[in-house]
């Protein structure tokens, strides 16, 4: 089966952009369609991780966003799942949240994707036993 290429047309901020020049220069890759291509297969590749947790887990879920007390209201509606929770304050208006969670991994999931989806966010990031 031919793997054709097929040439997209995307809106970037200026931000994003810069992002994505920094990141081919410092990783060396032949271009922006490289790099692109790379963030891809890094987010199916966790995509695919989490869709095959199944059962009891525990983990640790990192969240780094703009301050703001809405992670502070979404984490209360995980608050069975939430063992423990760190908040800490960084540079440039931002916070960093540190759950250790534990419970079926459909809600683990679910409660990652919430606080993913929260325009806010800017990582999220789940890692299970």
Known sequence: MENKSEIISISLKKDTLEKINYLTEKLKLSGRSE????????????????EKLKG???GILIIIHKHSKNTLKLSHIYQRNIKTHMHSHLENDQCIDIFIVEGKSDEIKEMKNTF????RTIVSKLITT
């Open 116 to 119: 993913q989806k929260d325009k």
């Open 56 to 58: 009891k887990v525990s």
């Open 35 to 50: 790099t692109i291509r790379n963030a891809i297969s890094l987010l199916d590749s966790e995509n695919k991780s989490l």
